[in-house]
């Protein structure tokens, strides 16, 4: 299923062409292969921010060692100056703390992205009892959605919506802010 769908464009197995409709067979097959891609993703992201910082404070160590061991004094140099350039790479590594602290969050805002959009598949396949089913639900609409689906399983798309939300919040303060300055000037004006 992942090689077939990792080629561009729609399934050459699709049943009648793009402007088919969409059977539960394909979107379901489709999902399942997004899903094993974010299931990767996610393993790799949380495997990259735990595993750099040890990885660095791992070769630092070796590298002191080395330093402490070693007779030639250029050689102690040359390692010397290789372990403060490790150390310069974990303290990078330790001010992203933040980030390393903040990927659960970004893993729940895209597991809650990639769930919107599969609820919004779902009700073109017609499962949405209060939502009434576009007339026809193609092939080629499906595929689309479910390449959107795989893309809202990405740490760029949970940054983008928690961005988009934080700039509406703030614009909303703002106005918030705006209305009640108005209205203290209007009663400073008007003597009360």
Not at 149 to 168: E, F, I, N, P, Q
């Amino acid at each position: 299923w992942v090689a077939a769908l990792r080629k561009s464009g729609i399934p050459s197995d699709a049943p009648n062409g793009l402007d088919a409709p969409a059977t539960d067979a394909l979107v379901f097959r489709m999902k399942a292969v997004k899903d094993y891609e974010f299931g990767n993703y996610v393993r790799n992201l949380r495997r990259a921010t735990s595993w750099g910082e040890f990885a660095s404070d791992s070769v630092k160590i070796i590298l002191d060692s080395l330093v402490a061991v070693t007779g030639g004094e250029g050689t102690k140099a040359a390692l010397g100056a290789a372990s403060a350039g490790v150390t310069g790479a974990t303290t990078s590594i330790k001010k992203n703390v933040l980030f390393d602290q903040s990927i659960t969050t970004f893993i729940t805002k895209m597991d809650a992205l990639r769930l919107n959009k599969w609820n919004d598949i779902l009700c073109k396949l017609n499962r949405c009892p209060k939502v009434p089913a576009p007339a026809s639900y193609t092939v080629a609409e499906a595929f689309t959605d479910l390449e959107e689906y795989g893309r809202c399983g990405t740490l760029d798309a949970a940054l983008r919506d928690v961005d988009a939300k934080a700039s509406a919040e703030k614009k909303k303060a703002e106005d918030n802010n705006d209305t009640i300055t108005q209205v203290e000037k209007q009663k400073k004006d008007s003597g009360h």
